[in-house]
Structures are given as C-alpha cells and as structure tokens.
C-alpha cells in the first residue's frame, strides 16, 4: 500500500505567528495532493490541492509547497487563528490511479494559543 | 456551498447485525466514495463508484461491503454482518470529475459503534 506520513503528530502555535505542517510521502509516481483540515466530529474539510507539474501554490492565507526530489509536501498557514485550531491531513492520489482513491497521512493536530 | 450530508450522525448497532450508512453527494458530481476512519488512526480508502459499478476496492472492502445507489441521489454502504472491528467513523465523498485529479469532497461522517 502506499505511505503518507507526517514528521509532527502535534503542532502549538501563537495567535497571529504562521504555521507550517509537514507531509512525507513514499510514491514518486504520485501526480496530486490534497490538504484537509478536519475539526472535532466533522469531516475531511478540503483546504488547498497541488499538482505534480507545480512546486507551489497559493490560496487564501494558505501556500503548498511540493518538493518532488525529497517527496515532501508542506502546508503554510499565515497568521494562524483560533479557527484554525484542528487536524491538517495531507492525501495522496497516486498514478496511475484506475480507482481515485486517495491515502491519507496520519494527521497533524494544530492548536492555536490565543 | 453545496455539501455531503450523511444518516445518520451516529448508529449503534449489535454486532452481527446488517447496518446501512446513507449518504446524498453533491448533486452533480458524477464519483463517490466510502472511507473509513477507526479513532486515532488515519482516513482510509474502501471504495470507489462510478457509473453504477464500483471502480476500486480496498482489502478492507470484503465480501460483508455493498454499495449501492438506488436512485438518483442517494449512495448507501451495506455492512451485511458487523464486527466489533467495524466501529469506525464512516465518511461518504464525492468528485465532480474522476477523484485522483478532482478534490474529493466530505460529509460529517457516520459514528459506527458495534456491541
């Protein structure tokens, strides 16, 4: 099976500081990611995705930054805020993919200290 | 913002007995999923489903699995004779287009508890 794990199991942050959660993963062949924020009994909450052929890629107080050589994928939050309080995953859709599915890492609790 | 809902939030269920999961996916995408989530440990995949046959199964997904979609809203995942080891968080997704390019989106979750 594949392997998408995450360096830091918790992640403590100051109110207004930026966040960066880390992502390794194992298939070279893989061509698309996804990060998911999940808060306490919901579900996976699409956050920001990035494709092979990029290196980074920004949304709204969000970056993703993939580095294919090192197979590591990160998530910068800027100027974290209590909202942001949850578990970060990162997915992994590896190539070629007949079935979509997607792995998931094992997750990244981030607290914001207010 | 159109969204994934799931039925119900929590079922409690005897082990040994059938238990369905209901999901409605977005109205006009075209893919769905099951996964599982057992506490404390990571999302993971069970099946895929396009075009009213499943496209991708995993292990997990044995002969005990079904999935179906009995009409033009609604994807269910049958579990024909639970096990302890069924008790997980169940989460139904949905892509507009084939998943391993589109972002797969989310419900809430079913809470599956087997005594």
């Known amino acids: 099976g594949e392997s998408v794990g995450l360096h830091l199991p918790t992640l403590s942050v100051q109110e207004g500081d930026n966040s960066i959660i880390n992502c390794a993963y194992s298939?070279?062949?893989?061509?698309?990611f996804i990060w998911y924020k999940q808060e306490s009994g919901k579900g996976p909450q699409f956050i920001i995705d990035i494709r092979s052929n990029m290196d980074k890629r920004q949304g709204q107080r969000v970056t993703v930054l993939l580095n294919k050589t090192v197979k590591h994928l990160s998530l910068q939050i800027a100027a974290t805020q209590p909202g942001d309080s949850a578990v970060y995953f990162c997915a992994e859709s590896p190539s070629p993919n007949t079935g979509n599915q997607f792995y998931f890492g094992t997750g990244t609790s981030l607290t914001v200290i207010p | 913002e159109p969204e994934v809902t799931q039925t119900p939030s929590h079922q409690v269920t005897q082990m040994g007995q059938e238990v369905i999961l209901r999901c409605v996916p977005i109205?006009?995408?075209?893919?769905f999923y099951w996964y599982r989530q057992i506490l404390g440990q990571k999302v993971e995949f069970l099946v895929s489903?396009?075009?009213?046959?499943?496209?991708?199964k995993s292990e997990i997904f044995d002969d005990q699995f079904s999935v179906e979609r009995p009409d033009g809203s609604n994807f269910t995942l049958k579990i024909r004779s639970t096990k302890l080891e069924d008790s997980a968080m169940y989460f139904c997704?949905?892509?507009?287009?084939?998943?391993?390019?589109?972002?797969?989106?989310f419900g809430d979750g079913t809470r599956l508890s087997i005594l």
């Open positions: 109205s006009n995408h075209l893919y």
């Open positions: 997704a949905s892509s507009e287009g084939a998943g391993g390019n589109q972002p797969q989106h």
């Open positions: 298939n070279s062949a893989s061509d698309y």
């Open positions: 489903f396009y075009n009213n046959e499943i496209s991708e």
